[in-house]
């Protein structure tokens, strides 16, 4: 029974590129989250996803970043134009239904831009 | 937004000692999870606790959700214990697409010395 699964671990990206991060939620979850945990701080809250529908990006940047989860396959968090500021680690985590249910998170992503 | 303040920042003890983490939060809440991030940065679910009381070996926790505080208690802690503790919440109050995503804390740090 596969957790949550992120890939990959790490990314390294130079300035300018673009990042792309991935996320497979557990069997059977519709709901996925993105949170941003910045060097030294608390995670925060990015985007919430159901399938085919972005229902709440209230915590993402109003620029370069953007996010989707296709019908099929994995849930996508991209980043276009990185900039040092984005180095952080991405976590997703899913949920089986909304609300008086637990997230599932992953291992995260560690972004590093040179 | 719900506010979450955890308390202490910081929590230094000898292997053996036991210790105990708070968290406030400012509105009624729908989810509220504990959780473990280790030395290599992975987030360890430890407790899905709304309300009322969960035990899982040397760790247990309690929420009294009418007075909007959770406490995280570790017994006989051990050099593994040793992290971040994170608090995150749902708030029962967020309206239309705000409703399930997490506001996290900003953490206690422990460090366990042998």
């Known amino acids: 029974n596969a957790g949550v699964m992120q890939n990959p671990r790490h990314l390294v990206r130079r300035r300018g590129q673009e990042a792309r991060l991935r996320c497979s939620p557990m069997?059977?979850?519709?709901?996925v989250y993105w949170y941003r945990q910045l060097p030294e701080e608390g995670l925060k809250f990015m985007v919430y996803l159901q399938k085919e529908n972005i229902i709440d990006e209230s915590g993402m940047p109003k620029e370069r970043f953007s996010a989707e989860f296709p019908k099929e396959g994995p849930s996508i968090l991209r980043i276009q134009q990185v900039v040092r500021g984005d180095s952080a680690a991405y976590f997703c985590?899913?949920?089986?239904?909304?609300?008086?249910?637990?997230?599932?998170f992953g291992d995260g992503t560690r972004l590093s831009i040179l | 937004g719900i506010q979450v303040e955890q308390s202490p920042p910081d929590l230094i003890l000898q292997e053996g000692a036991n210790s105990t983490l708070r968290c406030n939060f400012s509105?009624?809440?729908?989810?509220l999870q504990w959780f473990h991030q280790n030395p290599w940065g992975q987030l360890i679910n430890l407790f899905y606790?709304?309300?009322g009381t969960k035990q899982n070996g040397r760790l247990s926790a309690t929420t009294v959700a009418t007075e909007r505080y959770s406490l995280l208690y570790i017994s006989s802690s051990q050099t593994t214990d040793s992290g971040v503790y994170f608090c995150?919440?749902?708030?029962?109050?967020?309206?239309?697409?705000?409703?399930?995503?997490?506001?996290f804390g900003q953490g206690t740090i422990l460090t366990v010395h042998p």
């Open positions: 985590a899913s949920s089986p239904m909304l609300g008086n249910q637990p997230q599932h």
């Open positions: 069997k059977g979850h519709s709901h």
């Open positions: 995150a919440v749902g708030s029962a109050n967020a309206g239309g697409t705000s409703y399930g995503k997490l506001t």
């Open positions: 606790i709304p309300s």
């Open positions: 509105d009624s809440v729908n989810n």
